[in-house]
Each structure stands twice: as structure tokens, then as C-alpha cells.
């Protein structure tokens, strides 16, 4: 069946008419008028096929007019930064707004506004392949990954620098787009997208089953545009091989079938952190009052106990927040054993590891194996961590100490299997060893992790990847997968968590079996759009911070700029009434948006970007969607930002859904595997 294909391309600021008094970011706020500025500049009307004059978008154009004209179907699509989604034949009027010359949030917020990620996703489900020829500041402009279907293929035209930006799911594909190809192919760097897509279509004249190639084996995009280039006067310039194998520069983390690691399919775990997340279960949320003279060790909950039962497969704890905790903490976990201080039941695992992060400026780790090996003995642990030393930021870039702190790590590790064999058992009958693989580049990784499986490990851990992409993961995935022994090697990821199921499919494919980050828990408190994980998008918390006279942002206000307590205060209530009222259905969206935006105004806040934000979660109601004990038991106020016993609420409720998309991944591959030739 023929593949329908859409590309989509940007504005430009070069137009066909360019009036003194063309519209102004401003003129986009009110539809009123924006309505009435249109009127003004009727004279100017044109398609936006035709508006735009700009170098990419003429180039690209002339490559559609030409492919349509030779019977092919191709759809344009334009991301304006004036009027959002726009598609060819669109009319539109002059205008002056980029967001090339706007930051980073301001594009977030404006974005949002003109509901662009929204209309492309609803745009985009017609469609087989999507080609997007969009620079940095437009990519940012969208909210990646946009929701596909099976089948569906996402190709992006980009820089160096947009590159990490897109590759967040395996349906993602990048031709690289960059000044080399912009030298080689005789383009100016600013139309290079559109001159690349042009010479595509020119190719798919002459190839009637082009799409439907690429759509099956995506890679043969960077083939046919080469071999476009390779015809009549261009060969010569090929004929430098090595120059050649970096045009056009193909990237991907989709992994084929014969790139699976052969313990694909195997356990796949997710543990959470520990670091004193706990609420008070007691908390009175209409009072506001906790009760002072509880024991916060003993009375306060963890996650799966106010959820009844573990969100998570297990629970990771680093010695350094045993060893650094108050006295009264690390006494009753040596006293008790590190399970019934956590109160987590037989069948969930524990992990412990040393914190790496916590000595990472050290020049050696502050502890012994043998010290180590005990810990995770006498505290009876699932899993045991050999003592690791971190290899990112600059000691990663500093040649002779990333290679000291490579060695540290695997002589470390080989110390201590060593001293958990001769142990006569003792060892063996409490945990199961872990050896840590530390890198700076996907062969250090491998050599690391091929040295880890000739010590006789058959559980390895990757550090210091927190932090990094997801294709960088991928690509050290990728140099790992073919020196895993067996099917029942088993390999954690340490502070590695995404919240792209198919990312983590795709890490599991490549031989990940557990992973572990309070990434989810985190985000109910930190930024300001993602606090709350509804079943398919996040949304942002309602922010209502307490009021109170001698202490904190209130206080400081009012010996700042003046006013009354007691004005603070009638705000913070109001907002809060109308929102439990709102709850109840005793009040409308309007009014109680205005209660809550005028606490907002009153302590400075950005008012104007929190409208759209809180609009959304008032009018998708999420909590009422969630079936979980928390939003069923506390409603509406799982969505106040609003001290720990909300915040974390929320965090354990974003566990709770992160861990049930998890399952449900569990239960995808389980099913695959059970199919013949599922791959």
C-alpha cells in the first residue's frame, strides 16, 4: 500500500510581503484582535505555502512542486511561531515572530498556548513517515516524543546539537544536517534541510517505491540521497572513502532483531532509592497539622505502605546514607537489618551499593571490600555492589585519571569476588554480588564489562550514566550486548529511568534487566509542568504555598514590599476553599482559576504562564481518572504544591503509575516472546 507522507518545515522571516505594520507576537494574544489586525493587512493575504521566502523553505518547495508535478502525493506542513500548526494552503497575513529570538521557556510557554504539539499530534496520525526539517529552537517548540501509532516513522533533518533532542524513541531516525554536509553538497547551511528533502524527492521520482523502502529499512534514506549525489559530476567528490562514511551521518535507537542481547527477556526490575521519603499517614489536610511529637522513623509510611503494597520491585540504599543518617536512623538499621527498617516484605529485593556519588571529588573511595562485603552480610541484603569510583564530568575528560578511576573500579570489583568466593559460603548464603562497570565511551564499557564476566560475575551494574541521553545509552548498550554470556547474565543501570516505555523496551533489548532512579517520585516538586503523572500526559501541580507569619516566603514579602499578613492569608484560604469546592462541583473552572491565580499574583509569581498550566489540570480533572489509594483518599489534593505530605504523595503516585506502565511492559515482552518470529 502506498505510504502517505508529510513533511514538516518551519517559518521563515523572509516573506513575499513584508509591510511596515505586519502582525507582532502581541497581535497573536487576543483573537479579537488578531481578527481585526487581519482585517487591517487583507491586502496581504496569501497561502502559507506561498507566504514564506526564506532559503530552506523555497528550496524544499520547489523539490514538492516538482515531485507532485510527476504525479507523486506529498503533504506540507508549516510550524509558524505566529500561528502555531499551519497547513499549505492555509491563508495568513504578514508577521514578525521567530522563536529563534526567544528562551527557552518562553517558547515552552508560548507553544503551549498555540496548542502546536497538540494540533501536529492530531495532524501526524494520518500519516506513515513524517520528515521534519525544523532547527533547535523549533524542535523545542514541540513536546517530544509526540504520540504515534505502530508503524508510523519519525525522520528528522538536524544538527549536532538537535540530535539528542529527537532521538528519545525508537520510531525516531536522524540524517544528520550539518556545516560538512552543507560543504560538500554546495549548500548554504540555513536552506540545507530543504535542499537535502528536495534532492530526496528527486531521487523518489525516478523510484516509485522509495517510501515504502524506507518505511521498512530506514537507514536507505542516507543510501539514496548518496547515491543521488554519486550520479553524473558529483562522483569525484566520493572518492574519498572516509569522508564519505561520515556524510550524512544516520542515528537511531531502534534495535533489530539480530541485535538483541541474548538475555532479552529475562527479569526486568525497577527499584526505587531510598532517602527518607516518607509522609505522615495521619496527615490533616484541611488543618494542615501533623502531629509534632510523632517519631518520624517509626509513625511516618514509606510508599508501599500507603499504597498497601510495593510500586517497585525493589529498594536500593547506598551505605554512605546509612553511615551519614542521624544516629537514631543508622542505630536501628544495624539493630533491626536493613528489611525491617524499610518494612518491606520477603519477596522484594534489596540492593545496596556505596553512593558514589557522595565521594566523587576523592581520590579514593573512602571504603575497604572487606568492610563492604560485611555490610552487606550482617544487614542482610538481596544484592551487594562492589565499591565503585566515577568516571564523568571532567575526570572523564582528564585522560590519566578517568583511567585511574577505571582501574580503581575493577580491581575493586575483582577484590571483592574474590574474598566473597574464599568466604567458605558465609557470603553466598546472604547476597548476591554485583561488580560495577565504570566508562567514558562505549569500548571502555564493554572492556569493562567483558573483564567483570571473566572475574565469574553474573550480575554487572553500569555507573555514571545518570545523566546521560538516551542514545548515548544506547550506543553503550549496543558495544555491550554482544559480550553477555548467557541468558540469564543479569545487567543494572544505575539512575537510569525514562518515561518512554519503548526507550526502556529498548534498553532491555540490548541487555538491561534492572534499573533504578527516584526520577518519577522527584518530578512531583521539581520544574513546574510535569508534577503529576496522569495515564497519558503529566501535568502541573497547583501551587499554594503555606502562609505563614514568621517564616518563610510570606514573611519575607511583607519586610520586602509591606501589606498585611492577614491579606496573604485570605488569599492562601480562598484558593484553597474554591479548590476543594471546585472538587465537589460546587464551583466552575473560571472562577476558581481566578482564586488560585490571585494567591499566585500576590507572591509574585508568573501568574500568566501558571494560567494555561492550571487551566489544563482543572479542566482533565487527572485525579478523578486514578484509581490509586492516594488520589481516591485525598482527592484534589494530591495537586497542591504544598509541603511533603502532598509533594510526596504525589511523587508516590507518580511511582504507582510509572510502575504500572512497568508491568504492563513486563507482560508486552512476556507475550512477544511467546509468539514465533514476534521480531
Known sequence: ???????????TGEKVHQPTNELQLNDFKDVSMLKKREEELASYKTTAGEMYTGKQHVALMEGVKKYRDHGGDIDVAILSAGYGMLRENDVIVPYEVTFNSMSGVEIKSWSKYISISQKLEKWIKDYDLIFFLLGDKYLQAIEWPLKTTEGQKLFFFAGDASKHKVLIAPNHYVIAARELEAKIFRSGLIELKGFLFNKLLSYGIENNNMWESIAEYPERIREYLLSFYKLGQQISMFEDEELESKLLSFYTIAVPYEKLARNYGSEFMFYIPENDDRVDPRYDFIEDYSDPQRDRLVDDVYAHELHH????????????????????????????????????????????????????????????????????RDLEFNYGVSVDHLIVGSFAKDEAERIRRYEIT???????????????????????????????????????????VKMGYEYVALGGLAREKSYTIVEILKAIAPVIPNNNFRMHLFGVVRDNMEVMKTFHKLGATSFDSASPLRRAWLGSEHNYYGKNQHFSAIR?????????????????????????????????DSLRAFDRGDMDLDTTLEAILAYDERLGEKRERHADFYREVLKEKPWKQCGCNICTEIGIDVMIFRGNNRNRRRGFHNTHVFYEQVTNLKKEIKSELLVPNSY
Not at 547 to 564: D, F, P
Request: proline share 5%.
Open 1 to 11: 500500500m502506498q505510504k502517505k507522507v508529510l513533511v514538516v518545515t518551519s517559518c
Open 309 to 376: 503494597q510495593p510500586q517497585y520491585d525493589g529498594i536500593l540504599i547506598s551505605k554512605v546514607n546509612v553511615d551519614k543518617a542521624t544516629k537514631k536512623k543508622t542505630s536501628m538499621i544495624h539493630e533491626m537489618g536493613i528489611r525491617e527498617f524499610l518494612r518491606l516484605p520477603d519477596n522484594y529485593s534489596i540492593m545496596g551499593d556505596c553512593g558514589a556519588f557522595s565521594y566523587i571529588g576523592k581520590e579514593l573511595p573512602p571504603y575497604k571490600t572487606e568492610e563492604v562485603l560485611n555490610y552487606y
Open 410 to 452: 575493577l580491581n575493586n570489583a575483582e577484590d571483592f569476588i574474590t574474598k566473597y568466593k574464599q568466604n567458605k559460603g558465609e557470603f553466598r548464603r546472604k547476597f548476591t554480588p554485583i561488580g560495577v562497570a565504570q566508562g567514558w565511551d562505549p569500548i571502555s564499557f564493554r572492556n569493562a564489562v567483558s573483564d567483570l
Open 544 to 576: 499554594i504555598p503555606e502562609a505563614k507569619e514568621n517564616t518563610g516566603r510570606v514573611k519575607k514579602l511583607i519586610s520586602e514590599q509591606g501589606g498585611a499578613f492577614s491579606e496573604y492569608k485570605a488569599l492562601e484560604m480562598k484558593a484553597l
